[in-house]
């Protein structure tokens, strides 16, 4: 089973306009942090927010917000005033607790394209 | 700039050839983890190393290979390498083995012809 499910393949958004990127996370560790990174064309992964499962607020970084639903384990980040230099893949990821590995598991990634 | 630097940016190199890819990571890390992203497959956690020592191992072929030495750095090593291999390969850093911090390096593009 997929442990990191993103169902959106792209997105198209207007410039200026705010966009949801979906995430679903299936776990049974309590102790889990999600995070989302940006992968333009140039290839590199920048990451962008992280959402730790004990933290009772949603997550921000400037135009960035994690809608955090806990009890539906989904993870949706948030673009807010999109730009032009938004348009890239986007990866929600997962790392379970202290019990496991450490390492990040992703999902396929959405594409977004911001439409001047 | 994630602090994480991996060399080289691009490789291309002939089929069953060995080639060895760098990473240094940010100051203060003391984990590194190794990921492939190829089309087909997507991200794919390889391995894992904390101070030196081997941790955890994910998707990691046989023919691949990897050490983190005494500074820190870790090194991908990939031999017998077949078209298939190509791919991103990413290096990231942590303080420690988990937490809440995960630099990824620019990654370096592996092209088998």
Known sequence: AQKITQT????????????????TYDTSDPSYGLFWYKQPSSGEMIFLIYQGSYD?????????????QKARKSANL????????????????MREGPGSQGNLIFGKGTKLSVKP | DS?????????????GQRVTLRCSPRSGDLSVYWYQQSLDQG?????QYYNGE???KGNILERFSAQQFPDLHSELNLSSLELGDSALYFCASSPRGGGE????GQGTRLTVV
Not at chain 1, 78 to 93: R, T, W
Request: proline share 3%; glycine share 6%.
């Open chain 1, 8 to 23: 959106q393949p792209g997105m198209f958004v207007q410039e200026k306009e705010a966009v949801t990127l979906d995430c």
């Open chain 1, 56 to 68: 009772q607020q949603n997550a921000t970084e400037g135009r960035y917000s994690l809608n955090f």
């Open chain 1, 78 to 93: 948030v673009i807010s005033a999109s730009q032009l230099g938004d348009s890239a893949m986007y990866f929600c990821a």
């Open chain 2, 3 to 15: 602090g994480v630097t991996q060399t080289p940016k691009h490789l291309i190199t002939a089929t």
């Open chain 2, 43 to 47: 991200l794919q956690f390889l391995i």
């Open chain 2, 54 to 56: 081997e941790r955890a």
């Open chain 2, 101 to 104: 911090e995960a630099f990824f």
